[in-house]
């Protein structure tokens, strides 16, 4: 059974999303010492310049350097990584300006959420015109940020994200990017641009309630410990406190590689001192890895152990007794940030740039 839970009567559960601050700001210098370039980008002329060549002579170099002497390619190399001047591969087509892709890149290529929301933003781009590329940052800062580096050579006409940007740089960057920027899966109060979400925060809230109205009093958690995973846990620990329920275990988790990081966590909560009534795993993952672990120990579920997971998952209600779980319509998602993107693409002035979804509770047997 599905239902949907709308807040909208309610005051609204924002994110409160991290924001790091402690990280080189990329648009600042590019490269400082005796080459005097800073934070303008370097042209081919620079190079040139540098070097003491002609400019048509670091063309040459850099494309079909067996043409060009040694002792001038090292000098040529020299001033490329004093300016930090890098080819765009797009200029012949971007000479007038934007090109006409948007880049999206997901924290993980493999989540079948992600991929829902992607496919339906680009049915609606590519009717469009448009070329919708896909990209993967693996919940990793160092490969968003080298995704962010790229953006002002590629020169996209948009960009997407599965997530929100914390790097406080990095949002400097993409602001001064002057494009529409999209971002989804969480609520914050203060997104670049656009944002299409949900509250995790709520989520966890939610997760709790369900648990509280099955009778469940002591419970664990187990998830991500940064990014969306910190604000599900958040709320469900503001709402198990408020329900009267012992939060007795909480197993935090880096990354989640596949349904062996669900089953390890399931027994390191077995291991411990600790008997919870039922689990709350802040991804689908998580929760399928512990319910196929639960039945493989001859544990009952929901009878010895409750599970609920994140994400609705298809194969959540494969698996008996079916897993219970909450999550979002991924691909209205998607369709709803393809729409705004090509309403902003095309001159239009959004109003309401910010767009909430409404979580839905996928009700199976595993509670």
Known sequence: MNTQHDAETESLVYDDVVRIMDQPSLS??????????????ASLADVARLAEVSPITVSRALRN???VRPDKRKRIQLAVEQTGYSI?????ALKSGRSNIVLAFASNTMSEQFSLALKACAEVLE?????FLVGQTSYSYERETAAIRSLHAMKPAAVMFTGVIELQANREVLRSLEIPIMETWAFPKDPIDMLVGFSNTEAGQLAAELLSRKGYREVAYIGRRSGRGALR???FR????????????????DDITGLSKGRSCLHEILKSAVNPQAVF???DVLALGCLMEARRLGISVPKDLGII??????????????????GVDSARLGNEAGKMLIARLSGEIIDEKTRRLDLIVSERGSI
């Open 309 to 326: 997971g994140f994400g609705d998952s298809d194969i959540a209600a494969e698996i008996p007794p079916g897993l219970t779980t909450i």
């Open 238 to 253: 503001t709402q198990c406190q408020l329900l009267g329920m012992d939060l007795v275990s909480e197993v935090l988790v």
């Open 28 to 41: 600042a210098t590019v490269h400082e010492g005796n080459s005097g370039f800073t934070n303008q980008r």
């Open 65 to 67: 350097p067996a043409r």
């Open 127 to 131: 009717k469009a015109g448009f070329l």
């Open 281 to 283: 795993c802040a991804n």
């Open 233 to 235: 846990l958040k709320g």
């Open 88 to 92: 765009n591969p797009y200029a012949s």
